[in-house]
Nanobody
Framework: QLQLVESGGGLVQPGGSLRLSCAAS????????IGWFRQAPGKEREGISC????????NYADSVKGRFTISRDNAKNTVYLQMNSLKPEDTAIYYC????????????????????WGQGTQVTVSS
């Protein structure tokens, strides 16, 4: 059974940092582009970052550019999202997703592109 499991969420003060992890089971992440998405209450799910299969290409939404960093360790079958300088508006449920894309060398932030989704992890930024 193909599964993605996010972890690392929690409560953090404004200006703080968190590192989210996305671990795969039942398949090898190395064949997939991976995206991070988030959904705040009452808002649409938005793509915030993605990384291609090799890790050589990344993409970020303007809202997180310069603060968040995506990376992957294919040997550990895990993708990470390092989040720094967190703001209250970053509060959301964060999801990782996998896009099977053997023919694409870059990733994108379109939800419809992604085939498999995790259950999400809550991130709350509050003093």
């Amino acid at each position: 059974q193909l599964q993605l499991v996010e972890s690392g969420g929690g409560l953090v003060q404004p200006g703080g940092s968190l590192r989210l992890s996305c671990a795969a089971s039942g398949f090898t992440l190395g064949g997939y582009n991976i995206g991070w998405f988030r959904q705040a209450p009452g808002k649409e799910r938005e793509g915030i970052s993605c990384i291609n299969r090799s890790g050589g290409s990344t993409n970020y939404a303007d809202s997180v550019k310069g603060r968040f960093t995506i990376s992957r360790d294919n040997a550990k079958n895990t993708v990470y999202l390092q989040m720094n300088s967190l703001k209250p508006e970053d509060t959301a449920i964060y999801y990782c997703a996998a896009d099977y894309a053997p023919s694409r060398t870059t990733c994108n932030l379109r939800r419809a592109q992604y085939d498999y989704w995790g259950q999400g992890t809550q991130v709350t930024v509050s003093s």
